[in-house]
């Protein structure tokens, strides 16, 4: 017989049941005065397997017990021999946590993480020669069975300890500080958990637990829900040797996670309490020794609880303040805004605080000047350009209100025309008719003139006149004629009137390229600081949130509070800052947070 090599298996003959399935621990060798040589061997169940292998830091985020256990179980049983192998059977437990590893054994892992948690039983069962790890609600049944003075009992302690009672609890986990952990964030602000029945019968009693394994709010408040509901009534343990009657075929077996009725009229005691730890003798079966409790816990399980917790502190993560800060400058203008990536690792835990710091400054640049090659450039390209349109109209171009006008005026004078040297006379018509005309009447004469046209005009003649010439009367003697003007003056007389000038639709245009040759040159760089305007309507935003109450007048700064918009670890926030006009800003973005170092 070796320790942990040699495997024990119990059964009951009455049906074959596998009672117990584990191996052989330390084994104490002894040899008595009376020549006996005696071997004490103590066995642990199956369970115990799971302590050969241990986790290392695995992070289960929102998952259940049956994907919990299935992993943890897939990485024990690739590590050990087919005889210490676990596969999952039934869970009855499905509520989804987060959870995180460290190095823990197996079993520490999921009696600490898993069922000090979220409550419920654990058992290893053997079916058909494999072992399978359950996770019930709760193990064994209310049979009625009694262990009653005068019937069954033979002995009995019983332990009432009021003292860790509470109806109100504070819940803390990882961290410390201000960075320690609480349930404010799932629980509606509050730090506590209250049981309202148990406060109307004993008042308000507040305890405070701390588990430093856990990382996560709703787990942590989880824990602390579990943690009150065991602990909201007092605690009454007893301890009791009975005598077990089913093995005589009388009442119901008492196994391990039973409720049991306790009766002794002499201590005035009747509690239903659950069979928590059961100690058989083989040699003696119907001798059990029992330990049974109001409560769910059993103390080995505390005690396992605690061991493994110290070995697993040692090993935990230690967390520090970080503080990083994220100084920042540029100018800024209506199309180009500037943007500052914020990248928070995913070992933050808590975000403590994030401030913004900025200032408005004037654009600024460092030189002026650049440097050419010369060539010859076309400003304009060889095309018909119309230059202007018109659609046409009449226009006004003057008006006059009408007047008199004086052209020219003369004194008057007298002026010889022309003279002559002797008798003359001048040719006036020509008769065209013959007619005898008496003396005592008037007869018309017809003539023509020169140019043919007939002439009537009467004459006093009693002649013939035809074909003959009419001249004027003659005169004898030099003569000369003369003209004689009087003075008079000319007018011109213009009414009112206006001239107006139709211009109809038409357009201008223009066919021309222009040409410049620039020679090569340089143009020399100045250097200095140049400023120019302040930004104006500045806007921050995060992610493309607009941070309400942002006022920067020329010249001022603002110090902000902006943790709201940026908390959650493992994520990369923008943060953008915009403006109307040409500008320059400068700040600092400062995060201060509780970090986890893995």
């Known amino acids: 017989m070796f320790g942990l090599s040699t495997k024990v298996k119990v059964i009951d003959t009455r049906d074959n049941s596998v009672v117990f399935s584990g191996r052989v621990i330390p084994i104490t060798d002894s040899m008595e005065t009376d020549g006996k040589f005696i071997k004490d061997v103590e066995c642990e169940s199956a369970m115990s397997y799971l302590?050969?292998?241990?986790?290392?830091?695995?992070?289960?985020?929102?998952?259940?017990?049956?994907?919990?256990?299935?992993?943890?179980?897939?990485?024990?049983?690739?590590?050990?021999?087919?005889?210490?192998?676990?596969?999952?059977?039934?869970?009855?437990?499905?509520?989804?946590i987060t959870i995180d590893t460290n190095y823990e054994t197996t079993l520490n892992a999921i009696i600490t993480k898993l069922h000090n948690i979220l409550g419920g039983d654990l058992q290893v069962r053997e079916t058909a020669g494999v072992l399978y790890l359950d996770y019930?609600?709760?193990?064994?049944?209310?049979?009625g069975v009694q262990i009653r003075l005068g019937y069954n009992q033979k002995r009995l302690v019983k332990d009432y300890d009021p003292n860790d009672l509470i109806t109100t609890l504070i819940p803390l986990g990882y961290g410390e500080g201000i960075n320690q952990l609480t349930i404010k964030s799932v629980n509606g602000g509050l730090d506590y958990l209250e049981n309202t029945t148990a406060i109307s019968k004993y008042g308000t009693i507040e305890g405070q637990e701390t588990n430093k394994d856990i990382q996560n709010a709703n787990t942590l408040k989880i824990w602390g829900q579990n943690l009150l509901d065991q602990n909201c009534q007092e605690k009454v343990t007893v301890k009791c040797d009975m005598l077990d009657l089913s093995t005589l075929g009388i009442d119901q077996q008492l196994n391990l996670g039973d409720t049991a009725n306790i009766i002794n009229s002499v201590m005035d005691f009747n509690v239903n309490a659950r069979v928590i730890e059961k100690e058989t003798d083989l040699l003696s079966s119907q001798n059990p020794k029992l330990t049974l409790d109001t409560r769910k816990n059993s103390m080995s399980?505390?005690?396992?609880?605690?061991?493994?917790?110290?070995?697993?502190?040692?090993?935990?993560?230690?967390?520090?303040?970080?503080?990083?800060?994220?100084?920042?400058?540029?100018?800024?203008?209506?199309?180009?805004?500037?943007?500052?990536?914020?990248?928070?690792?995913?070992?933050?835990?808590?975000?403590?605080?994030?401030?913004?710091?900025?200032?408005?400054?004037?654009?600024?640049?460092?030189?002026?000047?650049?440097?050419?090659?010369?060539?010859?450039?076309?400003?304009?390209?060889?095309?018909?350009?119309?230059?202007?349109?018109?659609?046409?109209?009449?226009?006004?171009?003057?008006?006059?209100?009408?007047?008199?006008?004086?052209?020219?005026?003369?004194?008057?004078?007298?002026?010889?025309?022309?003279?002559?040297?002797?008798?003359?006379?001048?040719?006036?018509?020509?008769?065209?008719?013959?007619?005898?005309?008496?003396?005592?009447?008037?007869?018309v004469l017809t003539c023509s003139d020169s140019d043919g046209n007939g002439i009537d005009f009467n004459v006093d003649a009693a002649s013939s006149a035809a074909g003959k010439n009419l001249y004027t009367m003659g005169s004898s003697g030099t003569h000369s004629h003369s003209v004689t003007t009087p003075s008079h003056t000319h007018s011109v007389t213009i009414p009112a009137h206006t001239h107006d000038v139709s211009i109809p639709a038409h357009s201008h245009g223009m066919d021309h390229t222009h040409s410049i040759s620039i020679p090569d040159h340089t143009h020399e760089i100045q250097y200095g600081i140049f400023e120019d305007t302040y930004p104006a309507e500045v806007q921050v935003k995060i992610n493309n949130t607009v941070i309400p109450g942002i006022n920067l007048t020329d010249g001022s700064s603002l110090d902000i509070e902006i943790s709201q918009y940026i908390g959650e670890a493992g994520q990369t926030y923008t943060l953008e800052i915009t403006s109307s006009q040409r500008g320059r800003v400068s700040g600092i973005v400062d995060i201060q947070a509780f970090i986890q170092t893995k």
């Open 51 to 96: 302590n050969d292998t241990r986790t290392r830091r695995y992070h289960y985020q929102d998952q259940t017990p049956s994907q919990i256990l299935t992993d943890l179980l897939t990485k024990h049983n690739s590590k050990v021999d087919d005889i210490r192998k676990i596969q999952l059977g039934t869970v009855e437990i499905t509520q989804s």
């Open 136 to 143: 019930l609600q709760q193990i064994g049944n209310n049979n």
């Open 301 to 443: 399980d505390q005690i396992t609880e605690l061991k493994q917790r110290t070995a697993s502190l040692q090993n935990a993560p230690q967390g520090n303040t970080f503080l990083n800060s994220i100084p920042f400058n540029g100018n800024m203008d209506e199309s180009h805004s500037i943007k500052i990536p914020i990248w928070l690792s995913p070992d933050i835990l808590y975000v403590n605080r994030v401030r913004l710091f900025i200032e408005s400054q004037k654009f600024r640049a460092y030189e002026k000047g650049m440097a050419g090659g010369g060539g010859t450039t076309t400003t304009t390209g060889s095309s018909s350009k119309t230059t202007s349109d018109s659609g046409g109209q009449s226009t006004q171009t003057s008006s006059s209100g009408g007047s008199s006008t004086q052209t020219s005026s003369s004194a008057g004078q007298s002026t010889q025309t022309s003279a002559a040297g002797g008798d003359h006379k001048h040719v006036m018509f020509y008769a065209t008719s013959d007619m005898s005309i008496s003396p005592v009447s008037h007869s």
